[in-house]
């Protein structure tokens, strides 16, 4: 089923001040998608944001929402179709937070801003969506920065958008709030349909939210795709000039940097048993080796990223005898062995020898 174009820019300039960062950005975000922005700090992401919400004037080029070029929309036919959500700290003083959700009504209401029983409702409606009934009688200012955040996405979600634009929706949020809110973010896409463009700097939760991610480097929108093409080691280390540690892009997450030396500890490891020992070691300092460890093995990418050298063997494969005469010798110059593994498989004939070889040693 083909998917409505809810949000397009055309040739769109932006910049601030009269001076244009970044031109010709062209993005589609269409119902059922969740579209974010990534890249470093100052790299122009908010810049197209407010740009595209109208906060800054267009440098360039035109934004069309629902078809519809933006200049010709008034303020409260656009809030009739974009919700909007930014990182700006709002103070609504004396206002409960269902007075505060109840705001995003009032592009429904009439210039007196009575709100209706349909417009209570939708009120209730979108509290529950976000799991903060029982905060409707609460003092917004007196949340936590988390709990203002569902209720600022309560908000958005009562002005019945199709369109919703977040920046970094889960800054200052522990891990608890940043789950929760994306959760609500996908059910809202999954259910509604609902549209959204957001940026993120997570980049864990960018790869696992987005449907399609587009990478800002502060001059220029240097790649569009989904995060199957997005997320690989090389680009997002070029993306954010990484010079100090890796980023791994199977498992989403950066790594420090390995120990410096030869290995004085051998560890051997598989199916993830290994990963607090190789980020114990390399915390105190102490570099160490790792094997036999099979290239698909889940542990394996953080091996690579935090041992002085891995010991490996192909997928699927039972050990070879050459790949266990090699851990062996590796095994023989460092000083200690560390067997995270208390059962072996007929794969894993080769580490219950090299075990048997550590405690010999």
Known sequence: MMKKEYLHTEDMDVGYRGKTLISHICLQVKGGQVVTLIGPNGSGKSTILKSIIRQLDLMGGTVYLDGTDMKCLTPRQSARKMAVLMTERIQPERMTCREVVSAGRYPYTGLMGILGREDQEKTDEALSMVGAMELASADFLELSDGQRQ?????????????????????????????????????????????????????????????????????????????????????????????????????????????????PQVFVIGGNGTGLPVYRKLQRQ???????????????????????AEVIEERPFWPIREETFQKAAEVLAQCGKVICCIDSFGPMNEGNRRLAQLGKEK
Do not use: W
């Not at 569902?150 to 200052?172: G, K, Y």
């Not at 789950?179 to 509604?192: D, P, R």
């Not at 997320?231 to 410096?260: H, Q």
């Open 150 to 262: 569902r209720i600022l996405l309560a908000r958005a979600i009562c002005q019945e958008p199709e369109l919703i634009v977040l920046d970094e929706p889960t800054s200052f949020l522990d891990i608890r709030y940043k789950l929760e809110i994306l959760t609500i973010i996908k059910e809202l896409v999954c259910k509604k349909q609902t549209a959204v463009l957001m940026s993120l700097h997570e980049l864990d939760l960018a790869q696992r939210i987005s449907d399609y991610v587009v990478c800002v480097n502060g001059s220029a929108v240097d790649r569009m795709g989904t995060p199957e093409e997005i997320f690989t080691s090389d680009y997002v280390r070029k993306l954010y000039g990484i010079t100090a540690g890796s980023y791994c892009a199977e498992l989403g997450f950066p790594e420090m940097e390995p120990a410096p030396g030869p």
């Open 285 to 307: 300092g102490i570099p160490f080796a790792a094997g036999i460890l099979h290239s698909n093995d889940v542990e394996y990418p953080v091996a690579k990223a935090l041992a």
